[in-house]
Nanobody, 124 residues
Framework: QVQLAESGGGSVQTGGSLRLSCAAPEPIYRRYCMGWFRQAPGQEREGVATIVSDGIATYADSMKGRFTISKDNAKNTLYLQMNNLKPEDTATYYC??????????????????WGQGTQVTVSS
């Protein structure tokens, strides 16, 4: 069973920063489009950012300029650097992998593998 393992969540105050990590098996990491999603209590899960194997990234509009998605090929690890965090960023963050070329607009049903999520809490 393929496992994506997120880490790096926690509690910060408004304006703070966190970096999330997602370790993936090498075949998935190398070939799949990978992304970050989040789900706040009572809300639907939404796309945050995606990155394809050649490094092209897409972001949801509300995260542009604050969040950066990146990959470390030596570690088969996906990252999400989150700066200037706001209370509305509070959510469980998930990483996912898709066998298709993906963007934040790709239906979540086209993502084949999901992590279990890591909680991010931003207090005012």
């Amino acid at each position: 069973q393929v496992q994506l393992a997120e880490s790096g969540g926690g509690s910060v105050q408004t304006g703070g920063s966190l970096r999330l990590s997602c370790a993936a098996p090498e075949p998935i990491y190398r070939r799949y489009c990978m992304g970050w999603f989040r789900q706040a209590p009572g809300q639907e899960r939404e796309g945050v950012a995606t990155i394809v194997s050649d490094g092209i990234a897409t972001y949801a509009d509300s995260m542009k300029g604050r969040f950066t998605i990146s990959k470390d090929n030596a570690k088969n690890t996906l990252y999400l650097q989150m700066n200037n965090l706001k209370p509305e960023d509070t959510a469980t963050y998930y990483c996912a992998a898709s066998a298709y070329v993906c963007s934040v607009l790709t239906p979540q049903s086209r993502f084949d593998y999901w992590g279990q999520g890591t909680q991010v809490t931003v207090s005012s």
